[in-house]
């Protein structure tokens, strides 16, 4: 069964640093891996989403690497901003059919201007 | 990118009565929904998976009879919780694919409160 665990829960850095958010999985037979941002009361926006035969993709400031066989990902936030605070959620597919993604508890960030 | 809606976006309603929630995928037809949950603070927990024409498949723990998810076109999927009580009360969010490994876009979600 698929873990996800993501590293901090929470995180609160002013305005302009850049970002590093962990997100690790259990099962590394997965098809691909998503990002997430979710609003306070929202729902989810997909950030980006790779492939399990890339290593990164990049989106604005936004940067997501993979490394399937040690199960990680990580999200690069650069020159955060006040408007980047949310929740931050990663979420593998498995290699099945179903296209299940299964979601980690997120990191809660803060950007304070 | 694809949007998807949902209907209503909140809702609050008696214990015992039943509800339903539409999600609707607006420009792409999606051969697979899926409906989730979520408690405040919590991740997304996934309900059920349902492809057109077909009966959904239910997560472990999730009751199908209290939950029935209907998926009866390309665009359409309702989800209706029956007798609902107060612990259902949560945010209930679904999701919409052309296909199982094609990338998923969400609904805004829908708050559902049972007094």
């Known amino acids: 069964k698929q873990e996800v665990t993501q590293i901090p829960a929470a995180l609160s850095v002013p305005e302009g640093e850049n970002l590093v958010l962990n997100c690790s999985f259990t099962?590394?037979?997965?098809?691909?891996l998503q990002w997430f941002r979710q609003d306070p009361g929202k729902g989810l926006t997909s950030l980006l989403l790779?492939?399990?035969?890339?290593r990164e993709q990049t989106s604005g400031r936004l940067n997501a690497s993979l490394d399937k066989s040690s199960g990680r990902s990580t999200l690069y936030i650069a020159a955060s901003q006040p408007g980047d605070s949310a929740t931050y959620l990663c979420?593998?597919?498995?290699?099945?059919?179903?296209?299940?993604?299964?979601f980690g508890q997120g990191t809660t960030l803060q950007v304070k201007p | 990118g694809a949007v998807v809606s949902q209907h209503p976006s909140w809702v609050i309603c008696k214990s015992g009565t039943s509800v339903k929630i539409e999600c609707r995928s607006l420009?792409?037809?999606?051969?697979?929904m899926f409906w989730y949950r979520q408690f405040p603070k919590q991740s997304l927990m996934l309900m059920a998976t349902?492809?057109?024409?077909?009966?959904?498949?239910?997560e472990q723990g999730v009751e199908k009879d209290k939950f029935l998810i209907n998926h009866a076109s390309l665009t359409l999927s309702t989800l209706t919780v029956t007798s609902a009580h107060p612990e259902d009360s949560s945010f209930y969010i679904c999701?919409?694919?052309?296909?199982?490994?094609?990338?998923?876009?969400f609904g805004p979600g829908t708050r559902l409160t049972v007094t």
């Open positions: 999701s919409a694919t052309a296909g199982g490994h094609y990338e998923q876009y």
């Open positions: 099962d590394s037979a997965i098809y691909n």
């Open positions: 790779i492939q399990s035969s890339q």
């Open positions: 979420a593998p597919r498995g290699s099945s059919n179903t296209g299940k993604l299964i």
């Open positions: 420009d792409f037809q999606a051969t697979t």
């Open positions: 349902s492809n057109e024409g077909s009966k959904a498949t239910y």
